[in-house]
């Protein structure tokens, strides 16, 4: 069963404009994992946010958590249009990482 | 490192053969995760390996799907008899920390399909 449910499901933008994903979850976790994955291919790991973290910066990312809202948000700034891709949030509890359905990001040149 | 390494790539089967996908995780990583992705089920985590030990299965669907890690640096996940329901992309990631505290490097995936 998906723990995290990713929204919106399909986001469409146009280049330099910022894209916002948000995700919630529905029972305690140890961390909570944004992935990307480009069509066809594996996922690729992008943050880790640990349950005791509110706010964390990778370059253009930024990744909120909300442990109270049990949510997080993945921000990319200045988007690309190599940023075009599906993007997951994944908790981290006990042995289980359990991924959301994912966003698909469409990033218009 | 290359990598985690799925093979094969792609899979054509019919309906009641047997089907094995193939793993090798990143050298000196010591957990290993099985997923199977579909559009309807999105990621699915079937199985997960520490230290050669298999800790979680309860992701496997049925008693038609077993997977094995004889070695650290080897895992296979085996389909006996295979359905057409069965059909997905399946994913090895082997992570170098225990269970869920550290990321998860995921292989290019097996894109099975049974006819």
């Not at chain 1, 069963?1 to 994903?21: K, V, Y």
């Not at chain 1, 880790?48 to 049990?70: A, P, Q």
């Not at chain 1, 190599?82 to 040149?109: E, H, I, W």
Request: glycine letters at 8%; charged letters at 20%; one cysteine or more.
């Amino acid at each position: 069963s998906q723990q995290g449910e990713e929204d919106p499901q399909a986001l469409s933008i146009q280049e330099g404009e910022n894209a916002t994903m948000n995700c919630s979850y529905k029972t305690s976790i140890n961390n909570l994992q944004w992935y990307r994955q480009n069509s066809g291919r594996g996922l690729v790991h992008l943050i880790l946010i640990r349950s005791n973290e509110r706010e964390k910066h990778s370059g253009r990312l930024r990744v909120t958590l909300d442990t109270s809202k049990k949510s997080s948000s993945l921000l990319i700034t200045a988007s690309r249009a190599a940023d075009t891709a599906s993007y997951f949030c994944a908790t981290g509890a006990g042995n289980m990482l359990t991924f959301g359905g994912g966003t698909r990001l469409m990033v218009k040149p | 490192d290359a990598g985690v390494i799925q093979s094969p790539r792609h899979e054509v089967t019919e309906m009641g053969q047997e089907v094995t996908l193939r793993c090798k995780p990143i050298s000196g990583h010591n957990s290993l995760f099985w997923y199977r992705q579909t559009m309807m089920r999105g990621l699915e985590l079937l199985i997960y390996f520490n230290n050669n030990v298999p800790i979680d299965d309860s992701g496997m669907p049925e008693d038609r799907f077993s997977a094995k890690m004889p070695n650290a640096s080897f895992s296979t996940l085996k389909i006996q008899p295979s359905e057409p329901r069965d059909s997905a992309v399946y994913f090895c990631a082997s992570s170098g920390g225990t269970g869920t505290w550290a990321e998860a490097f995921f292989g290019q995936g097996t894109r099975l399909t049974v006819v």
